[in-house]
């Protein structure tokens, strides 16, 4: 029989859901806990792989959310300082989420911004969808 192998970012994402689907008055619980085990992960996963981006990310995201502002500019500081060497087309929107939340945060994102293949206008204000390289 073989094992499942679980990454130290799909653990710790068990703990991000019950936050984002908390009611108001446990998502500071739920919240905290997020970030221990999202921290704890940040420690065992390579700074080169996606999981440390998506991480860095959602420290940041959720830290936010929780009103702590220097942890949430701190991480997605960390997180935008990388972007140079490691954006893609598949990750492009990490960065532009977390560059969008740290100076104009909004809580609901469009699903476009969420989409690593989302379209960009063209001239005349009319969309065509981006290709993947």
Not at 104 to 119: D, I, K, N, Q, V
């Amino acid at each position: 029989m073989g094992h499942i192998q679980e990454t130290p970012f799909d653990r710790a994402l068990s703990f991000v859901q019950p936050f984002w689907w908390s009611e108001p008055d446990e998502g500071a619980r739920y919240g905290r806990l997020a970030i221990k085990k999202l921290e704890e992960a940040l420690k065992r996963v390579r700074p080169h792989t996606e999981d440390y981006l998506h991480i860095r990310y959602l420290l940041g995201e959720i830290s936010r959310r929780l009103g702590r502002r220097r942890d949430a500019r701190r991480h997605f500081e960390a997180l935008l300082q990388l972007r140079r060497l490691r954006q893609n087309d598949s990750n492009r929107f990490l960065f532009d989420l977390a560059e969008q939340q740290m100076k104009r945060p909004r809580e609901e994102m469009p699903e476009e911004s969420l989409s690593p293949f989302a379209c960009e206008p063209r001239s005349g204000g009319k969309e065509s969808p981006r290709p993947p390289s």
